[in-house]
């Protein structure tokens, strides 16, 4: 028997954009509402942990940093979505060997991500 979801099961989920969007909306609009109206070379200084800031703060960063950073975000997100099947493994072993290759195709594909990755010499810090 299959169930079939009516219109109405939407409606938390549609009243949770609601209220997102209007949190958002309502914080944006008092934030300029309540925050400080005059500007003054002192408030619009930078301040890092009470020093003085010295130099250009524009100073360039070799992009390997950033590629490593979103590598390790990319990366980061794959095991997060790992973990939810690890826990509940237990469960879907009942349904058979579908959530387990569904795995092995995830696993399979974020290995040779990485192989190509590693043989773009992305990794390589020089």
């Known amino acids: 028997m299959m169930l079939l979801s ?4 939407y409606l938390p989920i549609a009243m949770m954009f609601v209220v997102a969007i ?3 909306l309502i914080t944006m609009f008092a934030t300029h509402l309540l925050g400080p109206k005059r500007k003054s070379s002192i408030k619009l200084d930078t301040f890092e942990c009470g020093i003085e800031s010295q130099g250009n703060s524009r100073l360039p960063f070799s992009i390997k940093y950033f590629l ?3 590598l390790f975000v990319l990366f980061d997100v794959e095991v997060i979505f790992m973990y939810p099947w690890a826990v509940n493994f237990a469960e879907w072993s009942k349904v058979g060997f579908a959530a387990f290759g569904e795995m092995l195709v ?3 594909l974020l290995i040779l991500g990485l192989i190509y990755i ?3 010499g992305a990794l390589k810090w020089e």
């Open 6 to 9: 009516a219109p109405i099961d």
């Open 22 to 24: 209007g949190f958002v």
């Open 68 to 70: 490593i950073a979103i």
């Open 106 to 108: 995830f696993l399979g």
């Open 118 to 120: 590693i043989k773009k």
